[in-house]
């Protein structure tokens, strides 16, 4: 069996170096625009080979592995596409999907079938030297099939996931690309708006001797790759947007406590963290179920429109003003 991995970064290198030290009978290839980094990864003793050129690392693959920011796969995969042999897999793992999925529908053959992943790791750095083979180890490994992909080519990949130790799970572009939005995207949206937001103010000098680890934890998602952020909200804009408003609403809510009387602002503050602190706790010890999970409406076509013009958290709060009409309505 061969599998070629494009892209030798970081996530590409643990994934090679992973492989490796389960011991897969696999012929493992490398390839990567930037050569100097291939070589670095070969010399790390992360792959059986590695090529300058993409057809020849991707000829006779069995399974081929997109590991690389999400902007340069659907031209990868328009290059690589007619070259794979019938029966091959592809599979990615960019922490977008449904753009992805498309992709791959549009520009692999019918006879290829593509199984996307997403491995939810925090690398140290974006390079080789930063691979680890444990890196995948009890983390979860999105995996999100194209509806045309066979089941053993699910198969394939799930036996790669456990291979490199990690824990599969299973959903759809969509489930995968909302959820995504609000646990990763928005966190590094936040992260970047709030270095921003400190580091403009004429007095950032003497404000950052005042920072404390809960800064430096809070925004250490901003010293991520510039370049991969981006392509990730590019490439998911409608759901980070909606994620983005929702919070906005959030905020709004806690500036109306805080401008509030005192005593009801005490006790609206109070609760807030209260409940915050109660579901990160139950969080931490995986406790969330169904039951306690804070339920998430999902917009119609017709309020996704209205929201171009309207931002959703003052349709929301119109919405709780109608509702709290007719309470009073039925009260009287």
Not at 293 to 303: I, K, L, N, Y
Request: hydrophobic share 40%; aromatic share 8%.
């Amino acid at each position: 069996m061969q599998i070629t991995i494009i892209g030798t970064g970081v996530i590409g290198t643990s994934l090679a170096m992973a492989l490796k030290a389960a011991k897969v009978d696999a012929t493992i290839v490398g390839t990567d625009e930037k050569y100097t980094e291939a070589t670095k990864a070969q010399r790390r003793g992360a792959f059986d080979k590695v090529e300058r050129r993409l057809m020849n690392a991707t000829d006779g693959a069995d399974i081929v592995v997109l590991a690389m920011p999400v902007s340069g796969m659907k031209e990868i995969m328009e290059v690589i596409g007619p070259g794979l042999k019938e029966g091959t897999v592809v599979t990615d793992t960019g922490a977008t999907k449904e753009v992805v999925l498309s992709w791959a529908q549009q520009y692999l053959p019918s006879n290829v079938h593509f199984v996307g992943g997403h491995p939810l790791v925090w690398p140290a750095g974006s390079g080789p030297e930063y691979a680890m083979p444990d890196l995948f180890k009890d983390q979860v490994y999105c995996i999100v099939p194209a509806r045309w992909a066979s089941e053993e080519a699910v198969r394939k990949v799930m036996r790669i996931v456990e291979w490199i130790g990690a824990k599969p799970f299973h959903l759809n572009a969509d489930e995968h690309d909302s959820y995504a939005a609000g646990v990763s995207q928005l966190p590094a949206v936040l992260a970047a708006a709030l270095v921003k937001c400190t580091s403009n103010s004429p007095s950032w000098v003497d404000i950052s001797k005042l920072v404390e680890p809960t800064f430096s934890t809070f925004t250490v998602m901003a010293s991520g790759t510039p370049e991969v952020n981006r392509d990730i909200c590019l490439t998911n804009t409608a759901k980070t947007i909606g994620w983005i408003e929702r919070f906005i609403g959030e905020l709004l809510e806690v500036r109306e406590m805080l401008q509030g009387e005192q005593d009801k602002a005490e006790k609206s503050l109070h609760d807030l963290f209260d409940k915050a602190q109660e579901e990160r706790l139950r969080w931490m010890a995986g406790k969330v179920t169904r039951e306690f999970a804070p339920a998430v409406s999902v917009p119609t076509f017709g309020e996704m429109a209205l929201e171009l013009v309207i931002p959703r958290f003052l349709i929301e709060k119109y919405k709780r003003g109608m509702k709290m009409g007719e309470q009073k309505e039925q009260q009287k």
